[in-house]
Nanobody
Framework: QVQLVEFGGGLVQPGGSLRLSCVGS????????VRWYRQAPGKERELVAG????????NYLESVRGRFTISRDNAKNTAYLQMNSLKSEDTAVYLC????????????WGQGTQVTVSS
């Protein structure tokens, strides 16, 4: 079945870096766009970055532009979110998302990985 699994979260000091990974299985990863979302306590889920199936188009949340980079390696069925110059306001659960066709289009989510930026 379709699965998205995130790795790489953790505790980091302000100004530090983390790289998140999202591994897809159960579908042809290279056929689908992938998005990273985040949700902080008491806040709505927000789209952080998205990348097309071939990596040709990338969009970012304005507050992370210039600090975060989304990429993918279709040979490894993996999408990445490189996060640099982290700020306390980046603290959230980060989730990987893809809309997959399995007879109809369905929204699939990973379980999320916690990113905490604190000194």
């Amino acid at each position: 079945q379709v699965q998205l699994v995130e790795f790489g979260g953790g505790l980091v000091q302000p100004g530090g870096s983390l790289r998140l990974s999202c591994v897809g299985s159960g579908f042809t990863f290279s056929d689908y766009a992938v998005r990273w979302y985040r949700q902080a306590p008491g806040k709505e889920r927000e789209l952080v970055a998205g990348i097309t199936s071939t990596g040709g188009t990338i969009n970012y949340l304005e507050s992370v532009r210039g600090r975060f980079t989304i990429s993918r390696d279709n040979a490894k069925n993996t999408a990445y979110l490189q996060m640099n110059s982290l700020k306390s306001e980046d603290t959230a659960v980060y989730l990987c998302n893809a809309v997959i066709w399995d007879g109809r289009f369905r929204d699939y989510w990973g379980q999320g990985t916690q990113v905490t930026v604190s000194s």
